[in-house]
């Protein structure tokens, strides 16, 4: 399939119409206070990256027991709540769209980073052979996680459902569920890391039944025209070991596809039949991640939305250390690099003080 459309053209995303295609894709900074709670500099940061069709917010635990990594934000108490305010505000100020990805870590996290009372969970008690932050960022050995419960299922299912209310409630405009990247969700799709044998495993529609419960339990809040669902088919990132477990993600396709979400966001290295399929099948609007091949530069996603492969594409590094990337494309501008030594490091260095270029400012009423 061919198109005549470009990533600067405009898109319909659920209720929204977007200013373009291009999607910041969540980026995990480490700005927050211990206690979860986004520094002022958090609005800036996303305020002057609003020329992104749509900014999805770096990963944000739906709980305190969700909590993977120091400087993570939480979107489960008042004051998270009001410090995300900020964020949303800022962004619409600047013309831009936001929505908050909400990441429960799973069996990537320590026990240190979550309250007493709490524990690791993952769909099954096997440990990822890697390393973990602890609380005080030392690393080390990922803990065994507990299996869930039915019960402790629900929790987590209701805590997702409540998170999304406040991330309304905040005035981000939806959630991205994330799905991808070897996290909670992720590891109930993968047979590797679900080896349930209730409803939650055993069958792809099973591994898949968690992702869509709590699909529908956020939709069931805020309506499914807000959320966005982030997978990662045969990604291994985080001691991930599948192969693209194709069964389960059009099973996951398959049960999400009827309540119309507002997209699908994939990542991928390459294309696969799995892809092409998922792409076939998703009834909204589908967002294609190419990521961590160098920098996803204007000539590399350009022909994924020309083709017909994706509705939007989502860049991430090439957003830290270009605010005004949309611009800067589409007047041909020169792209800055970024550094790497300070994407998690704390402050604003690295954080709010890359320069839009000078060339990008006169355009910016007409981009
Ligand atoms: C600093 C950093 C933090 C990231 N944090 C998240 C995250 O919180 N959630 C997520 O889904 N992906 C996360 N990713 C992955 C990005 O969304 C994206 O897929 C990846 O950077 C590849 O795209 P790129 O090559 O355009 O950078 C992160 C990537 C980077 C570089």
Not at 60 to 65: D, L, V
Request: net charge neutral.
């Amino acid at each position: 399939m061919t198109t005549t459309a470009t990533v600067f053209d405009p898109v319909r995303l659920g209720p929204f119409e977007l200013a373009n295609r291009v999607v910041m894709a969540p980026m995990t900074r480490n700005r927050a206070d211990p206690a979860g709670v986004l520094p002022d500099s958090a609005a800036v940061y996303y305020a002057q990256r609003a020329c992104a069709g749509l900014i999805v917010t770096e990963g944000t635990q739906p709980s305190a027991a969700a909590k993977g990594y120091p400087g993570t934000p939480g979107m489960h108490d008042d004051r998270q709540e009001q410090a995300w305010r900020k964020v949303a505000d800022a962004v619409h100020d600047a013309g831009g769209r936001i929505f908050c990805q909400l990441m429960h870590t799973g069996r990537i996290g320590h026990q240190s980073l979550i309250p007493a009372d709490a524990r690791i969970v993952a769909p099954s008690a096997i440990p990822a052979q890697l390393e973990v932050a602890r609380a005080d960022g030392v690393m080390v050995p990922a803990p065994v996680p507990e299996a869930l419960t039915r019960e402790g299922i629900a929790v987590v299912v209701r805590d997702f459902a409540q998170a999304a209310v406040r991330a309304v409630r905040a005035g981000l405009d939806g959630v991205e569920l994330h799905a991808a990247n070897g996290y909670l969700l992720h590891q109930f799709l993968s047979p590797g890391t679900n080896q349930r044998e209730d409803a939650y495993g055993g069958s792809p529609s099973a591994r898949a039944r968690f992702v869509v419960e709590v699909t529908e339990a956020v939709a069931a809040e805020i309506g499914a025209e807000r959320i966005g669902i982030r997978i990662s088919p045969g990604g291994q990132f985080n001691d991930m070991r599948d192969k693209e477990n194709e069964d389960t993600y059009l099973a996951l396709a398959d049960a999400l596809a009827p309540l119309r979400p507002a997209y699908l966001h994939t990542l991928r290295r390459r294309s696969s039949p799995l892809h092409q399929e998922l792409r076939r099948r998703w009834p909204t609007a589908y967002v294609l991640n190419t990521g961590y091949q160098g920098a996803s530069e204007l000539a590399d996603v350009s022909p994924l939305v020309a083709s017909g492969a994706a509705d939007l594409v989502s860049v991430g590094r090439l957003f830290i250390s270009n605010p005004d990337l949309v611009r800067r494309w589409r007047h041909g501008l020169p792209r800055a690099a970024w550094d790497e030594s300070t994407f998690y490091t704390g402050g604003d260095r690295g954080y709010t003080d890359y320069p839009d270029h000078p060339g990008t400012n006169e355009q910016r009423s007409q981009s």
